[in-house]
């Protein structure tokens, strides 16, 4: 019947999606595991990490500052162009477009003043290189290639303080340091040629 919503009814009641049914059978396996075996401290092999970054090599001391400062330019940037871009919306609602050709050619006239006044286009240049800077800076941090897994956690944590699309001047960040991430995790976890 077209328009019925069709769940499968084994796994997951209707409103309901999948992927709750998944987290329910982990918290569930995890509430039957004796406390004992949760509490249990981890194995002697387990490096112990420094968050501090006295455990990462140069390189990725150096990319991490270069982020950050390009991290700062975009918000100071972000901040001014969020505000043209509200003063620029603003002006269009109070002044809709006109119909007619010759009204057309002068509220052309008129918007194009009202951009000069508010120096959009200074304020967006400004922006978009501090964006193409934030870009360049990310990549090159995503490019580090991770000693161990002290530089590893580093790098994955550098992932929330930049690329953490919440914060307003983030928004359209793709996320290059958490792909990064991933590989270098993959290659950690792969066997090398004489293991396999």
């Excluded at 001391?61 to 390009?70: M, Q, S, V």
């Excluded at 000693?147 to 944590?157: P, Q, S, T, W």
Aim: charged content about 25%.
């Amino acid at each position: 019947m077209p328009g019925v919503r069709r769940c499968c009814a084994d796994l997951a009641p209707c409103g309901r999606s999948i992927m709750n049914v998944f987290v329910g059978a982990a918290a569930a396996s995890v509430a039957s595991m004796p406390l004992e075996a949760l509490a249990s401290p981890l194995p002697a092999s387990v490096p112990k990490l420094a968050f501090d970054g006295s455990q990462c090599g140069d390189a990725m001391r150096e990319a991490y500052y270069k982020l950050d400062e390009a991290n700062e330019a975009l918000k100071l940037t972000a901040a001014d162009f969020q505000r043209v871009w509200k003063a620029c919306g603003e002006w269009q609602k109070a002044n809709p477009q006109p119909g007619a050709h010759r009204a057309h050619k002068k509220y052309c006239r008129r918007y194009d003043k009202h951009m000069d006044e508010i120096n959009y286009d200074a304020v967006f240049d400004a922006h978009q290189k501090a964006r193409d800077a934030f870009k360049a800076a990310q990549l090159a941090l995503a490019n580090v290639k991770v000693r161990d897994l002290a530089e590893l956690c580093l790098k994955a944590c550098m992932i929330y303080v930049f690329e953490d699309v919440r914060q307003p001047h983030l928004r359209h960040v793709d996320p290059v340091i958490s792909v990064s991430v991933a590989m270098d995790l993959a290659a950690m976890a792969a066997p090398t040629k004489g293991e396999a």
